[in-house]
């Protein structure tokens, strides 16, 4: 007889090899053919709703590992959500309007954008944004994120800008909307308006002068042969110098040096003589702020007049607390400007160039002009100072070139009349991590107007008509008309068609006597696109809701579509288009630096899941603190890798072991079960309720560690280790073989489903070679419910007790392997002293030590005061190891005197002659 014919080893065609980069695909079309988004609405239908707002990724280019721990991170919580009590829809949607879609079909593509019509050139950045989602759209199906995918939102879709004009519409007649010129963020590279959200800070050299301005009229506190001295790192703007700003509580001194009087704040003297190298100066005279207020100083340029005025803006942080005023080219300078009536004087261009408003720097562009304005205020003996800095300073996110402020006419959103709602709506607001509150309370506190529109094609158009006389044009009836318009035809019908014919039939007005009208050609700011999806998408899809109960973003969205979603949001409802905001890091390289081509550090998350997987990306996911910044390098993924073969080989052990088990006639109760059997019952138990409450608090890394540690400590390392003696070795219906399948079955169930969201490809693979299981898919189940257990507790302590005494009993093994007392532990005999609490715990368990052990023989040999001085001491017991006595069976490889005793059998032990001999005799 082959006796290894007669063992129960493992059966199953679950394979070792995960070979995800090829099954993963096969899994997924599995899905697809199924049809698995419908069916798990269809079996969470009458659920309570949990709906996962997905902020839109801009469609241009391949995704990136921002892009997929996004999404993946999105699809853990959805597919969790939907397996605990919840109806989860999963909408995904794209972002498709604005720029870099222009600058991809102008640069990239050579289209030649002057010879077309705006509607032709539209009509192009659309197929291309198609092109770009469809990309996208496989790639993140890949990823094996499950979702609406053939119904998207699509923000260039007509429904979508339909319900954009309405948000529009909404806010204009609540008196939110206006058009004014004021200095906004202009990006010369990109010819147009920029929001705050589409700036980003790197360091820039510039050129740092000091400027005396000569006195010309001292209004009686001075006596006009002082000169007023203003620095700047902008030369450029001062042919638009209309004002001298200083501060009504400073003091200014008046210093003599070099036969001239200058005025400076006081505070700021020092710092100023050493930077400007006075070497003798004295104050003459000093002079309260308020005091200066209407003096006139003259522009040593142009020989206008520079209006001194008092401002709160002025401080002592840098400068000479006389601040150079351009009301055309900065905020505060606009503000304090409009206050005493000054124009609003912009001698640059949408280009960047300088007009002929600059006189004799006209045509030079605004940076280039810096070195002629900075020689010709030289040569008027004006310059007082010339050095260089390297400062912050505001660049444009897309072309990533210097911006300047800019005065131009636009359409503004005004949050000043609702900004306390926004403040209450985003308390009111669940924020994780809690510091986003903060984050986003301190930006719209301080936020100034929105500025929504934008000088380009490829966009949503304003919906505001002019008439004759040019008063804009914003009603009920033209809203509802142009809503309806772009629903039936798409926006491209604002370019198609004349302005006559986008206006309602009849239409009049007192401003156009004549029945003459006129169209904006602005487009809105992307952002207020992507921040009205709460009412384009919640509100215009039946199977969603709003507010939503969760938008998950990275970091930098606090300042964008959390922002512009929030504004919108409460314009319209008077509330938060969201209950909850979860923000995670950016994606860094294993060093931590930001990944660019240049640095050749991009990891690619198509060449990761070709590679190793999407389950390995998605379990890396789980892995990282998200909530900061994340790394990712090949290094950190074969380390993931590493965890999900441990996973992986915990689920073909379980599944191998139950090929012979039936649950519904082979279960054994818990009370029935042994006592170590019922401890790994509680420890599974416990697993639910951590994995369960992490996925409810977000928190995946601790499922990660949690599930990792139960498959490679409690599992592979104690119970399955031991528990093979009695799988293989043992009767197919031997009792304490079908309790170890019990809880086995019981954690091949509770695991799989547990790791389902993460795990997705696998958890489904794992389900479809689970015996007795009805459904189709894991993901048409509920996650596994917490059960009590009567005095887990007490089991629990007293089983830990023995886990702490078997690690010892594990050391003294490897020692004695060590000093070749011993090979394999089954070659040895565990002889253990113990103190009275050691026996105590001992003499408490009934189960069979040496299978605990894994080793042939063992004993309890007195009190830990009688070990012999060759005995291993720890604390509580002394353990002496030596070579176990008997020859080795062949069938179980136990050390022990019993082989040979059977005559029939004289290679087995006295246990395997009589399993042979009862079940595979005959």
């Known amino acids: 007889m082959n006796y290894k014919d007669t063992l129960l080893m493992p059966k199953t065609e679950f394979p070792m090899r995960g070979n995800l980069p090829n099954r993963e695909p096969e899994i997924q079309q599995k899905w697809e053919e199924m049809n698995i988004y419908e069916k798990v609405q269809e079996r969470t239908e009458g659920r309570p709703l949990f709906v996962l707002h997905d902020g839109p990724p801009y469609a241009n280019g391949d995704i990136h590992m921002g892009h997929a721990l996004n999404k993946v991170l999105k699809d853990f919580i959805v597919r969790f959500k939907s397996m605990t009590g919840f109806q989860a829809p999963y909408v995904p949607g794209w972002d498709t309007h604005g720029l870099p879609i222009e600058t991809a079909l102008t640069k990239n593509k050579k289209v030649k954008r002057k010879e077309m019509s705006v509607a032709e050139f539209r009509k192009l950045c659309e197929e291309y944004a198609w092109q770009q989602i469809n990309n996208q759209r496989e790639q993140f199906k890949r990823l094996g994120v499950r979702g609406d995918w053939e119904n998207p939102y699509v923000t260039l879709q007509p429904e979508y800008e339909a319900q954009q004009i309405k948000v529009f519409g909404e806010m204009a007649k609540k008196g939110y909307i206006y058009k004014g010129k004021k200095p906004v963020y202009w990006s010369p590279s990109s010819e147009s308006a920029l929001a705050e959200a589409e700036i980003e800070y790197y360091d820039k050299r510039s050129a740092s002068i000091y400027v005396a301005f000569p006195v010309k009229d001292g209004k009686g506190v001075l006596e006009n042969d002082e000169k007023f001295i203003i ?32 005025i400076v704040a006081s505070e700021l003297l020092e710092t100023v003589a ?17 005091e200066l207020d209407r003096v006139v100083a003259t522009h040593p340029l142009y020989g206008r007049d520079s209006l ?18 351009a009301p055309g080219h900065g905020e505060d300078d606009f503000i304090i400007g409009q206050k005493y009536g000054l124009d609003v004087l912009c001698p640059v ?70 900004r306390s709602e926004l403040l209450d709506a985003i308390k009111e607001t669940k924020w994780v991590p809690t510091w986003g509150e903060t984050r986003l309370f301190n930006m719209v506190r301080d936020r100034g107007d929105w500025c929504i529109s934008r000088q380009r094609a490829w966009g949503v158009p304003i919906p505001v008509f002019y008439a004759e006389n040019g008063e804009p044009i914003i009603t009920d009836e033209t809203i509802a008309h142009v809503s309806n318009l772009f629903r039936e035809h798409g926006s491209n019908v604002w370019f198609e068609r004349e302005t006559a014919d986008l206006l309602p039939e009849g239409f009049t007005h007192e401003g156009s006597p004549n029945g003459q009208f006129t169209k904006e050609t602005d487009i809105m700011d992307v952002w207020f696109d992507s921040g009205s999806s709460h009412q384009a998408v919640l509100e215009e899809r039946d199977d969603l809701q709003r507010p939503a109960d969760l938008y998950l973003e990275g970091s930098d969205q606090y300042r964008g579509w959390f922002n512009s979603s929030l504004s919108t949001g409460v314009a319209v409802t008077g509330k938060a288009p969201y209950k909850a905001v979860l923000s995670h890091g950016f994606a860094l390289d294993g060093d931590g630096r930001k990944m660019s081509k240049s640095l050749g550090n991009v990891v690619v998350p198509s060449k990761v899941m070709n590679q190793l997987g999407g389950d390995i990306l998605r379990l890396w996911v789980a892995s990282v603190d998200y909530q900061a910044d994340v790394r990712v390098s090949d290094n950190i993924l074969k380390q993931v890798a590493e965890v999900y073969r441990k996973i992986r080989n915990t689920f073909r052990f379980l ?31 416990s697993l639910v309720e951590k994995v369960t409450k992490s996925y409810d608090q977000y928190e995946f890394a601790a499922i990660y560690h949690a599930v ?8 592979s390392s104690f119970y399955l280790d031991f528990a093979k003696d ?22 091949l169930l509770s695991l799989t489903k547990l790791v389902a969201p993460i795990l997705a490809h696998t958890a489904e693979e794992v389900w479809a070679h689970m015996p007795h299981v009805t459904e189709e898919s894991v993901q048409l189940v509920d996650m596994p419910e917490a059960t009590t257990y009567e005095n887990a507790d007490a089991l629990v302590a007293k089983w830990d007790a023995f886990m702490d005494l078997r690690d010892n009993v594990l050391k003294a093994l490897e020692t004695a392997r060590n000093e070749k007392v011993i090979g394999k532990s089954l070659t040895a005999h565990v002889s253990l002293y113990a103190n009275e609490e050691t026996k105590a715990l001992l003499e408490s368990i009934s189960e069979d030590f040496k299978q605990l052990f894994i080793v042939s023989g063992f004993e309890l040999d007195g009190d830990i005061a009688d070990a012999p001085k060759s005995a291993q001491t720890f604390d509580g017991a002394a353990i002496v190891v030596t070579a176990a006595e008997g020859e080795t069976c062949d069938r179980c490889w136990i050390v022990t005197p019993t082989v040979g005793q059977d005559s029939d059998h004289p290679t087995l032990c006295a246990r395997c002659a009589q399993v042979v001999k009862e079940n595979y005799e005959g």
């Open 708 to 715: 990792h540690n139960f498959c490679t400590i409690d599992l």
């Open 655 to 685: 599944l191998g072991n139950l090929a012979d088990f039936d649950p519904a006639t082979h279960t054994v109760s818990y009370e029935n079960l042994r006592e170590v059997d019922q401890y790994m019952l509680v420890k599974l138990n």
């Open 349 to 418: 261009d949408e280009k960047g160039y300088m007009t002929e408003e600059a006189g004799e720097f006209a045509g030079l562009f605004y940076d280039e002009a810096n070195k002629p304005i900075t020689q010709k205020l030289e040569e008027v003996g004006a310059l007082v100072k010339l050095s260089f800095i390297t400062h912050s300073y505001p660049h444009d996110w897309r072309t990533k070139k210097p911006t300047i402020f800019r005065a131009t006419a636009q359409w503004f959103a005004s949050i000043k009349d609702f």
């Open 231 to 262: 620095w700047t790192t902008t030369p450029w703007t001062m042919p638009a110098n209309l004002g001298i700003s200083v501060n009504a509580d400073l003091d200014y001194s008046v210093v003599a040096v070099n036969g001239e009087k200058y």
């Open 274 to 290: 050493k930077e400007i190298e006075w070497e003798n100066y004295e104050v003459v005279r000093t002079v309260k702020g308020a």
């Open 308 to 325: 001194v005025m008092l401002g709160d803006h002025v401080t002592t942080d840098a400068g000479t607390g006389c601040v150079h005023t």
């Open 726 to 747: 009695i799988l293989y070795i043992e009767a197919p219906d031997q009792a304490d073989r079908r309790a170890i399948q019990t809880v086995l079955y019981e954690t």
